[in-house]
Structure formats: structure tokens, C-alpha cells
């Protein structure tokens, strides 16, 4: 029922920036908590943000000061812009939601070299 599409990884040096996109489909996702996840290889799946349906914003320690997540209700689309980032903010980042049961993006690739 519900779509969701990521897009903006890339390869950037430590210190630089990136800012992720999540592209909803079949819901009103401003009624929903949004959330980013990242997966790094070898390791598990991790919450890095969070964004409820009134606006309130929860970020892991380790992003916390360098990463902010937003949302454009008219474009249904929720975002991560990534700021000051380390060789250790690699891995692939998830968009998720809970409507019922769990709703996961394919994932989009973020590359810090040092």
C-alpha cells in the first residue's frame, strides 16, 4: 500500500555534506512517524532520526549537532540533510514508517571517505 523511495547518497569527504530524500507514495505520511535508519556492513540496522506526525525530532547521539531531519507535507516527502560527516556515517540509509505493519525504502548508498 505504501511506497517509499530514497534518493541523494552519494561519495563525499569527511566534513562534507549530503542531504537524503524519501519520496512517499499511497498514504498521507504527515500523520505518520517518519524515520531514517542507516546499516553499515557488518553491522546492524540502526535508528539515526526520527520525525513525528506534530513535528518533534529525535536524533541518535552519534548524529546528533550534524544531521537534521524535515519534512514537506505537500510533497510527501521526509528528508536528512547531513552535515560535518565522518568515514563513520557509511552505510546505506533506510526510510521507514509504521502504519499498521512496517513500510522500508530499498535504501539509498552515503560513502565518507577520510
Known amino acids: 500500500q505504501v511506497q517509499l523511495v530514497e534518493s541523494g547518497g552519494g561519495l563525499v569527504q569527511a566534513g562534507g555534506s549530503l542531504k537524503l530524500s524519501c519520496a512517499a507514495s499511497g498514504t498521507i505520511f504527515r500523520l505518520n512517524t517518519m524515520n531514517w535508519y542507516r546499516q553499515a556492513p557488518g553491522n546492524q540496522r540502526e535508528l539515526v532520526a526520527t520525525?513525528?506526525?506534530?513535528?518533534?525530532?529525535n536524533y541518535d547521539d552519534s548524529v546528533k549537532g550534524r544531521f537534521s531531519i524535515s519534512r514537506d507535507n505537500a510533497k510527501n516527502t521526509v528528508y536528512l540533510q547531513m552535515n560535518s560527516l565522518k568515514p563513520e556515517d557509511t552505510a546505506v540509509y533506510f526510510c521507514?514508517?509504521?502504519?499498521?505493519?512496517?513500510?522500508w525504502g530499498k535504501g539509498t548508498q552515503v560513502t565518507v571517505s577520510s
Open positions: 521507514h514508517l509504521w502504519k499498521g505493519t512496517d513500510y
Open positions: 520525525i513525528t506526525s506534530g513535528g518533534s525530532r
